[in-house]
């Protein structure tokens, strides 16, 4: 493999990236498509300004099996196929005030969120890749699945978790049948919506600066110093979809600066 040239890698190949309207799935679009994906990507609002040009949309709530069925026909329709697939969506919107606070509901949403959504899209496109016997499959998990916080996101934490060992699970299966399947574990990525928190508490905290190292402690500190950044996530997502990852089957890879203190 000619390693130092993978600049336009990515030239030919169909890609979905599920939630890229904001965060690190925008910055997966972004990185795929700039290397010559052709893209597909969802979220459940239309964006207004998509900042990256040619990239197909398809409006759908991954949460609910209609809406994970609308997205495989848009990669029908619109790429005719699929050879990496990148589930990006996830995310936690559950109450404050620990495990009791959480009702049938909230965990409901939570694992249709983190965990259904993707198993509906790999179920769903899996037997494409099987027929052209090669494909690549990432699920964006979080370091919460080995470090549960309770306050708010003990559910979200959970269904990470069987997000990562169903990950571990299909890559067992369908390794030997040329489809890799890893998972991706961010520790604190500085989002928009970060962004927009940290705002948010520096009211309190006095500025951003504190308002950030307050997020920083909860988690028990970053030895790095800061949160990770979106296009960083989006580097680990290119080079775990390529083929200079070719090898590579049924890992999790953390990027969280250090964030979780033992091995
Ligand atoms: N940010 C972090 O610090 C962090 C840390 C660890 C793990 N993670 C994980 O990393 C992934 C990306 O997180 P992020 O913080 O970058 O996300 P984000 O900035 O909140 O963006 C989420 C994206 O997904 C879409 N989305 C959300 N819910 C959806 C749904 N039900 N159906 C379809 N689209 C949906 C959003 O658009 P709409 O709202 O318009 O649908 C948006 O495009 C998630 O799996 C998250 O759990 C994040």
Redesign the pocket.
């Known amino acids: 493999m000619n390693y130092a040239s993978f600049e336009n890698e990515f030239q030919g190949k169909r890609a979905l990236v599920?939630?890229?309207?904001?965060?690190?799935?925008?910055?997966i679009v972004k990185r795929m498509a700039g290397a010559g994906a052709t893209v597909l990507?969802?979220?459940?609002?239309?964006?207004e300004d998509y900042p990256i040009p040619n990239v197909y949309f398809v409006q759908?709530?991954?949460?609910?099996p209609e809406?994970t069925a609308a997205i495989v026909d848009a990669v029908h329709k619109k790429l005719g196929g699929i050879d990496i697939l990148i589930?990006?969506?996830?995310?936690?919107s559950s109450p404050a005030g620990g495990a009791l606070a959480l009702t049938e509901e909230h965990w409901l949403e939570e694992l249709?969120?983190?965990l259904l959504?993707s198993v509906r899209l790999d179920r769903s496109l899996i037997p494409v890749m099987l027929e052209q016997s090669k494909g690549v499959i990432i699920h964006?998990?979080?370091?919460?699945r080995t470090m549960p916080l309770y306050e708010s996101t003990l559910a979200?934490a959970a269904a990470?978790a069987a997000l990562t060992a169903y990950s571990k699970g299909l890559s067992n299966e369908f390794a030997p049948k040329g489809i890799r399947i890893n998972t991706?574990?961010?520790?604190?990525?500085?989002?928009?919506?970060?962004d927009r928190l940290i705002d948010r508490l520096a009211v309190t905290a006095g500025s951003r600066e504190a308002a950030l190292k307050q997020l920083m402690d909860s988690l028990g500190g970053i030895p790095f110093g800061r949160?990770?950044m979106?296009d960083e996530?989006a580097e680990l997502a290119a080079f775990l979809a390529s083929d200079r990852a070719a090898a590579i089957h049924g890992s999790e890879y953390v990027i969280d600066g250090g964030t979780i203190p033992t091995v």
């Open positions: 599920t939630g890229g309207t904001q965060g690190m799935g925008l910055a990507t969802t979220a459940r609002n239309v964006p759908a709530d991954v949460t609910k809406g589930n990006t969506v996830g995310g936690s249709n969120t983190n959504g964006v998990s979080s370091i919460q979200y990470k991706i574990a961010p520790g604190f990525v500085q989002t928009e919506a970060a949160p990770g979106p996530v």
